[in-house]
């Protein structure tokens, strides 16, 4: 038994067969390898089935709003340094209702981990289209097949020079905790999209459709080459896998926070600075 | 005498945006203030960041003053057709001060007092039309009889950035403008008979703006996170400046649904955040804020009222948001909101609202506006002997749960890393530990635990505050930064059969409210929008209605002239049945 497993037994709300499991043993096994204190790990999700994640392993967690996941992940971050904080959600929530948070957290550059489990598809609510369902795919609502663009979030994420942008497929459960501890022990932020299967509103993107259309990226790729890491992201046909661009160096949104620089206590040990409040008080009567 | 013998002297700067009024504003109210008057300030402006018509406001008084008024004693019209917004202002009392080109033909016909100046040549003079600002104050100064070396003090406080030589030519204009006032006056004549004090001299000076960013310090703010939205920003600001001496972290974020959702995730950690914005911003903001009723997290909301709907008047006041901050966020749960009056209580009262929220785990509203955030005056001090140093933050043990059921709805509140449990909130509903669940009976008891902690903030609701005679026949009720203008409308219209009852918390509702209001002969209620809106939270709260009610809702800030009026012909005549003689 892992430091992150439940005594007991726990009630699964995903289908059987769903890809999320193979994502929680990742992300569980990441854990343990790395002899991650659960005192010390924070679980941000939204709403979805991929954001109940955080529900099925032992560790703290704030389950929020749908789309919601990366702005409390940033602030906890800010709030308590010391804490491990993995931001976990879908597609749908990341990329779509949450849209904008995604481009300003990889801005920010808070030093957390952003899971993204993409199915292409909204699952919790049915089999409706998401942001990065392929064109062509029938819904109950894109009814004669999605039409637009799919969303890239990994160009997205390159494009604005994100610290750390990596793809998984959660078939292979091996690389995914590889990928998932390299993501965690970067200092930045850092973006895990993993192709998830969704054996119940997904009918194209099965195992086997991401087996024959992904491939692992060798030794002789280097992600610190931006441009080489944009047409990774871009080229047709097969989705590279692994760690696509890494960008070094990079300071943190915690790194920038001034309050931190002469003391490094958390917000919780902090208390009010009666001399510093007399003192401003005092300096409206001149 | 050049103005009529007064207690208090309102002037009335009317320029252009970019002229720099808001710097002659501080200067002159701090200089006048450090001379031992009391003054008060506002400005009201347009949504635009250059030209237009602006005008402040600078109120100079033998006694305290926190009210923006009707009356002009001194116009200074710093542009051509400075005067045209005012004519229903300016009357043949007023004095007209400023340039011969600024001022309209219709006041020059021998019925208006006109001071002629040429402010604008001598600060040419003096190396440029920029100098006009400290001509000007030079020129009051002089008619206030402040003396020349605190002119000259405040100066190089205020101005000390500008370099050794433009600071030489302010100072040097200023005293230009000094020696020109004394021509202003017949030999022997005095302008002004205003009383100085002088423990003034040492008061404080200060906005709304400051008064809710320090009693946010005082309250143990450590978090704010929030998008720009006049007329909220100052707030904002303040931290902004204060977040490295006072351990503040401060993030402008990309929009007020991060800058909620980031202020709930600070708390959830052990921050204790605040977020500031206006009614637009608040809007975006409402789902966190159910979101901070669901997984019971504290949250401060400082909501600096402006008039919409939408866009409405982006640099205007109101007081049209009470309902609105009552009523939004899906589902239902408790809160608090608070409405400060003054700006002694714009500081108590927002270090009560970290309190509150720590304490019973909810949001906690400061809802203000943009005249109080603005208006500037003198006061004695802050209270700071009500320090908050209370921690609700426990430190969690093994068998932590996070929603434990408790009597009085309030769980211990731990955070991750404090301890050895695991902490779990969730938006979903959930059970004690924090899982999400389904269960009927857990649902129901989550809901009660919720709303059962609206009866411990009821017990500690902050009484409202009674002014005038105990055995009143009217009663004036007003809420927020209505009281300076009720208190003062009532003061003119000089009836003492009338009492004002003012409300700096207006939910939970005081439960005295019934007393107070049954005991009225008229009941009328004062308030800066178009609905009653209080008017209305209080009839639902007690059954009980009001007589009349006096609204504003232009845009500009409730005057005392619009309550003398307005209570005039709501009261009537006085009683003679009233036992005081």
Known sequence: ?286 | MVFKPREDISIVFSGQAGQGLQTLEALLTRMLKRSGYNVFSYSEYMSRIRGGNNSTQVRVSSRRVTAYTRRIDLFVPLHENAMERFHDRITQETVILGDRDFIEERYLDGHHPVLEVPINEIAREKGGAVYANTVLLGILAGLFYVDSDLMHNEIRMILSGLGEDRLRKNLDASDEGYERSKKLLKPGQAAVSIERTAEVRDEILTDGINAVGLGGLAGGCTFVSSYPMSPSTGVLVFFTKKAESSGVVVEQTEDEISAVNMAIGSWYAGGRALVTTSGGGYALMVEGLSLAGCIESPLVIHLGQRPGPATGLPTRTEQADLQFALYSGHGEFSRAILAPGTHEQGFSHTRHAFYLADKYQVPVFILTDQFFLERRYNLPDLDMSKMYDQRFIVQTRADYRRYALTESGISPRGIPGFGEGRVRVDSDEHDEDGFITEDFSTRTAMVNKRLKKLSGLQKEVLAPQLFGPDDYRNLVVCWGSSLHAVQEGLDMLGRDDTAILHYSQVYPLAEVTADYLERAHRKIVVESNATAQFARLIRSETGIGFDGAILKYSGLPLMPEDVCEGLNEKLGKKESTHGRV
């Open chain 1, 1 to 286: 038994m892992g430091a992150y497993d439940f005594d007991h037994a726990i009630d699964i709300a995903w289908c059987p067969g769903c890809g999320d499991f193979r994502i929680l043993t990742s992300v569980k096994d990441a854990l343990d390898e790395l002899e991650l204190d659960p005192r010390t790990v924070v679980f941000v999700s939204g709403i979805g089935q991929a954001a109940k994640t955080p529900q099925y392993l032992n560790a703290h967690y704030f389950n929020g709003l749908h789309g919601r996941t990366l702005p409390p992940a940033t602030a906890i971050k800010a709030s308590n340094p010391g804490l491990v904080v993995i931001a976990q959600s879908g597609d749908g929530d990341t990329y779509g209702e949450g849209g904008n948070h995604f481009m300003h957290a990889i801005r920010r550059n808070p030093d957390i981990t952003n899971i993204v489990h993409n199915n292409m598809v909204y699952a919790l609510t049915k089999g409706q289209a998401s942001p990065t369902t392929r064109q062509g795919f029938v819904t109950p609502v894109q009814v004669h097949g999605v039409t637009q663009e799919p969303f890239n979030p990994v160009a997205v994420a390159i494009a604005l020079d994100a610290s750390f942008v990596a793809r998984a497929f959660a078939g292979d459960t091996r690389q995914t905790t590889d990928i998932i501890k390299k993501a965690i022990t970067h200092k930045g932020y850092a973006l895990v999209d993993i192709f998830q299967p969704c054996v119940t509103y997904n009918k194209v993107n099965t195992y086997g459709w991401f087996k024959q259309n992904t491939y692992t990226l060798d030794d002789s790729y280097d992600p610190t080459d931006r441009e080489a890491a944009f047409r990774k992201a871009t080229e047709p046909g097969k989705f590279p896998l692994g760690v696509i661009y890494i960008k070094t160096g990079k300071p943190t949104f915690e790194d920038g926070l001034s309050l931190y620089r002469q003391d490094a206590r958390p917000l919780y040990q902090r208390t009010v600075d009666m001399e510093t409040l007399r003192g401003l008080v005092d300096s409206l009567r001149t």
